[in-house]
């Protein structure tokens, strides 16, 4: 349970844990295993948990399907790259003052998270509505029309609504592949939604997925919870947007955005474990490493995912974590307690 | 003369073409305990369902206190003091006993998003203080130690308890009781009798109740309401009731 005693320890706990990550990473760094493929890969992977552990946030705990997070990252990645292409050209111009390119890349961040909660909002308001298959098919329709909006939009690369023509990709967008500044915003993404969840906002929803009526029923106001989580949600997929327009590539284009990739991020939120953000963090990764690795079977990923899903929910259908969420304080604590001879009788019982 | 607490003004609502509660009038006074009884598909459901927004009434008006609350959302309800338990248990099974009384806490907390991320001082003190309150509810209910359960593992009776515990905690005015007593052994029954007795000692709270055991329903109402098909065909003191032809016939046939 969450109290003042254990408060403070455990923030410690996490922090230094955070910390020793970004050691090995700097390690890692420092005895050239880091090439740029490998760098690619390590972007690959947080914008990856971004997006998991945000779908999971309406899938998960929710537990409303949701099939067009892509679209949202479409949105965040293209406002983005918009914006710091804008202020690019603004500061080449003389118009705007010179400022660091991180500064550039964390303005375009912003401003791709607010534009994807916006689209969360707008489409959130009339979805959430519905529930259940109806809620996935509405999705996955909204996902679709953003991409196929933004395809045509000419200052996004298309020709314009009436031409018809499929479009170009959005080119010439800056580059911010540093991995710690990454490894920062993946970090603080997960943590807020973690003290999301383990809030009162949390709760109301984890009881809207248990029993919506019940819920109403003690006090809650279920549309304005589903709604905020779905803009929350949203909010973070803007983020993943950015990560990905700046990886370094200098190109965004609509077909990266499509159902399927909605429907890869579904698949890693399903196999790590509905409500479970560990399970999410590894699946996120294991899914995005794993696939680089076996290059030579690409054609057959989507096969093996299917053969993976299906196994999954013969044998265990709550995913590989469940609602299971590892901390770092309580592993330790464990470990202390073992030690000593006489058991600890203070035993915390927890909320993780 | 008490206040009213929650009065209903020729209520009703039909469902396409049937009528499925009419001219439903009730008045019920601060602090007294009302018992609703009929055959099945009576209608004593649906009387909950239109008094807890989850269904809107096609007729009529009903007030809690002076309020209209015709039209207002159940969350709305709630919060203006209307709280109900469910004939088929509806808890977060998989929430554990404490979570479940703290999520009807949740409408009156302050905190905003941006103290929870932050975990602000506010935030700490707020989340602390409800679980005290909600500690405190519970050992009312003698729950207290089994806080930490999910409370889909709690026994029958128990589940029942804390569903009662979850409503109390909105800080309602007037409770109402879908059947408590379904599916209960005699012991059990008596311990709710207690519970309910205990509760209206403690919290000052008018009950509305729906039950079929009558050995309850006569024990523990002060008036009781019949309704058939829909319409209220009896109302009166307990005594009255269980020698009144209209109501014998309606439970056994003519």
Known sequence: MLTKKNRAPRLWVTLIGICGLALLIYAADTFGLMDNYIRGIFIQCCFAIIMVTSLNLVMGYLGQIALGHAGFMAVGAYTSALVTKAIGLGIKAGTIAAIPPLAQFFIGMLCGALAAALFGLIVGIPALRLRGDYLAIITLGFGEIIRVIIQNLPFAGGKGLSSGQAGQALIGIMKMNDIYVIFLVTVVCVGVMLAFVRSKFGRAIIAIREDDIASSCAGLNTTYYKVLTFTVSAFFAGIAGAIYAHRGLGTLQHTDFTFMKSTEYVIMVVLGGMGSMTGSVLTAILLSVIPEALRAFSQYRMLIYSVILVLMMIFRPIGLFGNYEFSLYQTLMKRIRKKKVQPDQTATKGDT | ?254
């Open chain 2, 1 to 254: 003369m008490p206040e009213s607490i929650l009065r209903a003004n020729q209520l009703g609502i039909s469902f396409g073409g049937l009528k499925a509660v009419r001219n439903f009038e009730i008045d019920i006074k601060e602090g007294e305990l009302v018992g609703l009884i009929g055959p099945n598909g009576a209608g004593k459901t649906t009387v909950f369902n239109l008094f807890t927004g989850v269904y809107k009434p096609t007729e009529g008006k009903f007030y809690l206190g002076k309020q209209l609350m015709n039209g207002k959302k159940t969350h709305e309800i709630v919060a203006a003091g209307i709280a109900r338990t469910f004939q088929n248990i509806r808890l977060f099974k998989h929430m554990t006993v404490m979570e479940n009384v703290l999520i009807a806490f949740t409408k009156d907390m302050k905190y905003n998003l941006t103290s929870a991320v932050f975990r602000t001082a506010a935030f700490a003190r707020e989340e602390e203080e409800i679980r005290e309150k909600a500690l405190d509810l519970l050992s009312v209910f003698h729950l207290e130690d089994k806080a930490d359960w999910n409370a889909g593992n709690l026994p029958y009776g128990q589940q029942r308890k804390l569903e009662i515990a979850r409503a109390l905690a909105t800080s309602a005015k007037m409770l109402l009781l879908d059947e408590p007593a379904a599916g209960m052994n005699p012991t059990e029954t008596a311990e709710l009798l207690d519970c309910i007795n205990t509760i209206r000692r403690k919290f000052n709270i008018s009950i509305l109740l729906i039950e079929h055991d009558m050995s309850l329903v006569m024990n523990v109402c002060e008036r009781i309401i019949v309704i058939d098909y829909g319409e209220i065909i009896a109302q009166g003191l307990p005594e009255e009731i269980s020698h009144n032809p209209k109501v014998i016939a309606a439970y056994l046939g003519e």
